[in-house]
């Protein structure tokens, strides 16, 4: 089991960076698939970026491809998303999940552990 635990959210204006930041409890993360998730208000959650198990390999949405970056630290059990270039549209609450499939990491269905999120809030 692992307990997923995001940070690094507020409030920035467009074209402004953030650096997201999820911690996990356990001794098992690097034998999961990881992921970030996006649900604006009204807004059904999607599937921003995800990154294997070594970090070897990396996924993104199209929206966010070229301005955000997914990468790992295995031995702090520590992901990061790094968020450049933010737009107003890219405002809602970000989570983290482990346990995504390694073939289509962009379905949210596999992921088992989620955190509780963080509010990213871009202004015009």
Do not use: H
Request: proline share 3%; with cysteine; net charge positive.
């Amino acid at each position: 089991q692992v307990q997923l635990v995001e940070s690094g959210g507020g409030l920035v204006q467009a074209g402004g960076s953030l650096r997201l930041s999820c911690a996990a409890s356990g001794r098992t993360f690097s034998s999961y698939t990881m992921g970030w998730f996006r649900q604006a208000p009204g807004k059904e959650r999607e599937f921003v970026a995800a990154i294997s198990r070594s970090g070897g390999s990396t996924y993104y949405a199209e929206s966010v491809k070229g301005r955000f970056a997914i990468s790992r630290d295995n031995a702090k059990n520590t992901m990061y998303l790094q968020m450049n270039s933010l737009k107003p549209e890219d405002t809602a609450v970000y989570c983290c999940a482990a346990g995504g499939n390694s073939w289509q990491p962009d379905m949210i269905s596999p992921y088992g552990y989620w955190g509780q999120g963080t509010q990213v809030t871009v202004s015009s």
